[in-house]
């Protein structure tokens, strides 16, 4: 697969696995919000969109928070601000 292709492809993954993990957390289905965030995470490192990564780190800890995963999602926060784990 031409580098182009692959960028453009995952690139593309990643926006849409983000939007649908959106919607399964505003939906209440928090686990598969974060099973897509996850794979969406995953698909831009693969497109290299290191800014990418960021948001959807932060996307991530966001969720924890709120439903009891306070110390899960302040790590994972710490993670995306620094950068490494």
């Known amino acids: 697969m031409p580098p182009s292709l692959k960028t453009r492809t995952f690139s593309a993954a990643a ?32 497109a290299g969109q290191r800014d990418r990564l960021s948001l959807l780190g932060e996307s991530e800890a966001l969720d924890a928070h709120p439903i009891g995963r306070r110390p899960a999602g302040s790590g994972l926060g710490r993670v995306v601000v620094s950068g490494r784990p």
């Open 15 to 46: 926006d849409r696995a983000a939007l649908a993990g959106w919607v399964s957390h505003d939906g209440g289905r928090y686990s598969t919000g974060r099973r897509y965030w996850s794979y969406s995470i995953y698909a831009a490192g693969e």
